[in-house]
């Protein structure tokens, strides 16, 4: 297949002028894409985006050097370990000592096992208070590193991120209208009002951009943008509307915080991030496809905008429900997919799993560390994840040389 050359001097896939040879980019899904696509697309290796294509390899040439399954089973397998053995570990952060022993013991009695319980006042310790707050920690980060590879691929644009979009803090606010006003609070709870101001702070975001496109330094500046609007309108009203006492607990827990986590919320993070997760991997070669634009997606079958209306539906969703639970937490759709992708390529169907589950081990240990690092004052996790991220954000600027 073919598609509409790119214009002399205008910016192809990955913002590669056109016509100019480059070296391959390991952050570039389209160059990854067109190099293993396979012979039913297409050939989608012949796509030109927007630089000189490589000649389409003789048929019994060896095929395209890439992590192979069984290093990518065993990445995974790495993961899985890597995060159970965080959990563990974070378990037993806080002012309170805690040994393997009783939260084997714990887990054991819960789960149905033959084991001596733990006295009743340690074992709500354990099972109320540490467990569900290290599980919380692991949902929000997968769902956010998720969303944040999607959000890049579906906008083409590395800088995106839920939290730089505003998408964080349109939810944010529709949550404190709940909290605060009240308003919705019998029909939809936090969670529903967070999903309708994180849709309405994305809407909002789209129709300002709707003249300019999707250029990645206007996409960030509208986003900062709409993100201020909507804290201001946090801040609004959180003064006019809740008193002193109440106004810090909100703003320590938008900032982002683990500390009152319950079961109840641990399990509706847990189902909406599964569905979300299956549903971003059903639909990793549309994302894909995505590098190249959206006339070449179309061009291979896909629709693209019922496509990109869908993943962003999902992202909105993830994101209230990560919003609704621990507040806004930034820039880890960020810093995870980019780090991802150095170690297995931009192609979604392996940068969508290793995303989340490098996105569940980071904010697990960044949790661990808002705890240990002032304690007994914790720190909100937020602040952490701003500190790791904004270098990483000043990074990515200075490559594409918008810095």
Known sequence: MSASPAAPGSPGACGIPSGEAHPVDPLCPAQEFARDAPADTGGAGRVRTGHKSPPDPPPDSPPSPGPSAVSRAGLLLLGAVALLVSLAVSVRVGAADIGYTELARVVGARTGFDVTPLPRLRDSLIWDLRVPRVLMAALVGASLAACGAVLQAVTRNPLADPYLLGISSGASTGAVCVVVLGVGAGSF??????????????????????????????????????????????????????????????????????????????????????????????????????????DTAASLGIDVRAVRRVLLLATAVLTAVAVASVGAIGFVGLIVPHGVRFVVGPLHRSLLPYS????????????????????????????????????????????RGEL
């Open 189 to 294: 709870g936090v969670t529903g009002g967070a999903f309708a101001g994180a849709l309405l702070s994305f809407g909002a975001l789209l129709l300002l951009l709707r003249r300019t496109g999707l250029d990645s330094a206007r996409i960030v500046l509208t986003g900062v943008v709409v993100a201020e609007l909507f804290a201001a309108l946090t801040a609004l009203v959180l003064t006019a509307s809740a008193d002193a006492e109440s106004t810090r607990a909100i703003t320590h827990w938008l900032l982002g915080s683990m500390a009152s986590t319950r079961w109840d919320a641990v399990l509706v993070c847990a189902g909406v991030c599964s569905v979300g997760l299956v549903l971003f991997r059903l639909y990793a070669t549309a994302l894909d496809a995505f590098a190249f634009g959206s």
């Open 356 to 399: 989340a589950l490098v996105g569940a081990v980071f904010l697990v240990w960044t949790d661990a560390l808002a705890r240990m690092a002032f304690a007994p004052q914790e720190v909100p996790v937020g602040v952490f994840t701003a500190l790791l991220g904004v270098p990483l954000f000043l990074l990515v600027l200075r490559r």
